[in-house]
C-alpha cells in the first residue's frame, strides 16, 4: 500500500483548483524540526506570531525561506522582525506603518505589509474598523513608504462553530478588498493578496476568494 498522503500533501492537492492561492504555514510553538520536515516537502512559507521567535527561528532555518508575522505586532517589537520578515499580515495602525518603514529602510529592505480588518464578532479582536479604514487609505500616500509594498487585507472570523456566519465575515472581506482596489487603483499598485482561512475554515476562505491561507494546527498536529 502507498503511504497515506501528509497533511501538507492533501492541502496542496486542494489547492490546485484555486491557482491564485498560497500557504502560509502556521510554526507558531513549532520546533524547527518539524518545520525542516514541511521544509523538506517544499513549503517555502511560514507564519509566526511571536518577534522573538520569528528572528530565533529565521537566523537558524534555511534563507529561502518567506517569514510572515501573522500576529499582533507591537510598536516596539518591529525592528526585531524588520531583518527577517517578508509580510507583515497583522498592520492594523498608521503608526505600526510608520514604524515599518523606517525599520525595513534601516535594514534596505522591502517588506509586503497587509491592513488587518477587524471583521469578526468579537470586540477584543485587532484590526482597523471599516470606516477607520476608509479614511486611512483616503489620506495614505504610499510614496511615504518606499520601502513598503502596500500588498492587500488580512481577516480573522469569528470564533464561532456557524459556518454560515464565517463565511459572510470572509465575502464582505473580500466585497470590501474589491471595493478598495476599485477606489483607489491609482495608488494601491501590487494590492492582490487576501489573507484569510485557517485550519477549521480554509475551505470556506479559499471559495470566498482567499489568496493566502494562514494555516498552522492542521498541518502540524497528529490527527
Ligand atoms: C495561529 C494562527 C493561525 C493558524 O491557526 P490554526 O487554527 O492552527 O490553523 C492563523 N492566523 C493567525 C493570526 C494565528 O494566530
Redesign the pocket.
Known amino acids: 500500500m502507498p503511504p497515506s498522503p501528509s497533511p501538507l500533501q492533501t492541502l496542496r492537492s486542494q489547492l490546485t483548483a484555486f491557482p491564485r492561492a498560497r500557504l502560509v504555514a502556521?510554526s507558531?510553538t513549532r520546533s524547527t524540526e518539524r518545520i525542516m520536515d514541511l521544509y523538506l516537502e517544499g513549503q517555502r512559507c511560514f507564519?509566526e506570531?511571536h518577534a522573538l521567535e520569528l528572528r530565533q527561528k529565521a537566523s537558524t532555518l534555511p534563507p529561502d525561506i518567506e517569514w510572515h508575522f501573522?500576529?499582533h505586532l507591537q510598536t516596539n517589537k518591529v525592528k526585531i522582525i524588520a531583518p527577517y520578515v517578508h509580510t507583515v499580515h497583522s498592520v492594523d495602525s498608521p503608526r505600526l506603518l510608520d514604524e515599518l518603514q523606517k525599520r525595513a529602510l534601516q535594514n534596505s529592505r522591502t517588506v509586503q505589509v497587509l491592513l488587518q480588518v477587524h471583521i469578526a464578532q468579537e470586540e477584543h479582536k485587532f484590526g482597523f474598523k471599516v470606516p477607520e479604514l476608509m479614511d486611512f487609505l483616503q489620506g495614505l500616500e504610499p510614496a511615504e513608504y518606499p520601502n513598503l509594498q502596500l500588498s492587500g487585507l488580512m481577516g480573522?472570523a469569528s470564533l464561532t462553530s456557524q459556518t454560515a456566519r464565517i463565511r459572510e465575515e470572509f465575502r464582505s472581506l473580500n466585497e470590501l478588498f474589491q471595493q478598495i482596489k476599485k477606489l483607489h487603483s491609482d495608488k494601491l499598485h501590487g494590492f492582490e493578496e487576501l489573507s484569510m482561512g485557517?485550519?477549521?475554515d480554509y475551505l470556506m476562505a479559499l471559495e470566498e476568494g482567499s489568496t493566502l491561507l494562514?494555516?498552522?494546527?492542521?498541518l502540524f498536529e497528529e490527527p
Open positions: 502556521v507558531k507564519g506570531n501573522i500576529g480573522m485557517m485550519s477549521g494562514r494555516v498552522g494546527s492542521l
